[in-house]
T-cell receptor, first 114, second 115 residues
Framework: DQQVKQNSPSLSVQEGRISILNCDYTNSMFDYFLWYKKYPAEGPTFLISISSIKDKNEDGRFTVFLNKSAKHLSLHIVPSQPGDSAVYFCAASPFSSNTGKLIFGQGTTLQVKP | KAGVTQTPRYLIKTRGQQVTLSCSPISGHRSVSWYQQTPGQGLQFLFEYFSETQRNKGNFPGRFSGRQFSNSRSEMNVSTLELGDSALYLC??????????????FGPGTRLTVL
């Protein structure tokens, strides 16, 4: 039972354009969501997060949108740069229960072409 | 602040052996979580330690165990290694405090290969 889904295994965009990565979840108990970026053979790097009391959070070129009614979140990268090419994971947590456990999606490989 | 460190970075073992991996969290962090990443299963939660106590556990067999020391450093042990245990093992640290949006920061991982 996959509670966090990233239905697009890969995405290719042109440098300077917008990258939109999507994530769906099924468990309504999730109330804290994170995006991580990962290069091969390295640990995930935290990018941005959002709690369920918000519907948008912005940090530089990265914006995360949360639609609780649709159980959907998305990460927007504007403008996309070749250095953004990596695997992006969304993760969810019921932070109020403080279990220290993140549920990850399967990841989306983003390729930004120069 | 120094980030999360993991040792060793690479490890090769044979079936039936046991292995111990180490993780040092970010200074001041009291929670350490362990994850296994494989191509087929993605990133899966193993267990979390907070103040030397296991606070949560994923769906892994008892061959996978861990502990946490008073300085918050954590070790993970896998006994009777199987070929399927070959994976990237990641640890993540966070403050572990309830009521906060507690972000986990990951180490570089230990690549375990079981032959």
């Amino acid at each position: 039972d996959q509670q966090v889904k990233q239905n697009s295994p890969s995405l290719s965009v042109q440098e300077g354009r917008i990258s939109i990565l999507n994530c769906d979840y099924t468990n309504s108990m999730f109330d804290y969501f994170l995006w991580y970026k990962k290069y091969p053979a390295e640990g995930p790097t935290f990018l941005i997060s959002i709690s369920s009391i918000k519907d948008k959070n912005e940090d530089g070129r990265f914006t995360v949108f949360l639609n609780k009614s649709a159980k959907h979140l998305s990460l927007h990268i504007v403008p996309s740069q070749p250095g953004d090419s990596a695997v992006y994971f969304c993760a969810a947590s019921p932070f109020s229960s403080n279990t220290g456990k993140l549920i990850f999606g399967q990841g989306t490989t983003l390729q930004v072409k120069p | 602040k120094a980030g999360v460190t993991q040792t060793p970075r690479y490890l090769i073992k044979t079936r039936g052996q046991q292995v111990t991996l180490s993780c040092s969290p970010i200074s001041g962090h009291r929670s350490v979580s362990w994850y296994q990443q494989t191509p087929g299963q993605g990133l899966q939660f193993l267990f979390e330690y907070f103040s030397e106590t296991q606070r949560n556990k994923g769906n892994f067999p008892g061959r996978f165990s861990g502990r946490q020391f008073s300085n918050s450093r954590s070790e993970m042990n896998v006994s009777t290694l199987e070929l399927g245990d070959s994976a990237l093992y990641l640890c993540a640290s966070s403050s572990g405090l309830a009521g906060y949006t507690d972000t986990q920061y990951f180490g570089p991982g230990t690549r375990l290969t079981v032959l």
